[in-house]
Each structure stands twice: as C-alpha cells, then as structure tokens.
C-alpha cells in the first residue's frame, strides 16, 4: 500500500508561482509519480509525472515551459513547481502512484492522494 497526502495549494494570482508537495508513505521504490488535476465541471487531466529515477518526465502541453515536477527519493516527496500560473490552471490537484514507467493516462494510477485546491485568480 502506499499512501500520498498533498500540501502546497491556495490561492494565487495570475502570474504567480505555487510549489505543490507529495508526500509518499510505503512502499515506493520504483514506483512513477504523476500530477492530475480536476477543474469543476470537468474530468480529472494530466499535468506531469516522473520517473522513479527522475530520468523521464512528461508534462501536458498546456503546462510545459511553465511547470515542473521533480523528485527525492530520500525523503519520499515529489514537487510540482508551477509558475506563470493562469486562471484556468484553477482546480483541484491529485498526486498519484504508480508501479513501473511513466503514463499519462490516470486508470494507470493505482494510489491517488486527497488533493490540494489551487486557485489563480485572474
């Protein structure tokens, strides 16, 4: 079992930076890591994910050149770096677990957190 509990979230305006925290409990290793967030009214998407070793990342279109994720495998903590942040990146944010290589795809994630919200206000 692995367990994941988000911290970072609050409100923001537009423009400005937020650096969201997961902290992961049990068994990790080798496990990928990914970002998901959820807009009301709208589907949970894919942000970003890293590898276990942190060598391959993935990031949604919509959030390249702007966000990064990074990890620590020391301490079990994945970051979400956002900067630049506009309004419609407002929403709920999931970290979420899975056993092997990276995937976009969130019926991969087996192990999902509670969530932080993030609001940008514009």
């Known amino acids: 079992q692995v367990q994941l509990v988000e911290s970072g979230g609050g409100l923001v305006q537009a423009g400005g930076s937020l650096r969201l925290s997961c902290a992961a409990s049990?068994?990790?290793?080798?496990?990928?890591m990914g970002w998901f967030r959820q807009a009301p009214g709208k589907e949970r998407e894919f942000v970003a994910a890293i590898s276990w070793s942190g060598g391959r990342t993935s990031y949604a279109d919509s959030v390249k050149g702007r966000f990064t994720i990074s990890r620590d495998n020391a301490k079990n903590l994945v970051y979400l770096q956002m900067n630049s942040l506009k309004a419609e990146d407002t929403g709920v944010y999931y970290c979420?677990?899975?056993?092997?290589?990276?995937?976009?795809?969130?019926?991969?994630?087996?192990?999902w957190g509670q969530g932080t919200q993030v609001t940008v206000s514009s």
């Open positions: 979420a677990a899975r056993e092997g290589t990276v995937e976009v795809l969130r019926t991969y994630y087996a192990y």
């Open positions: 049990g068994r990790t290793f080798n496990y990928a």
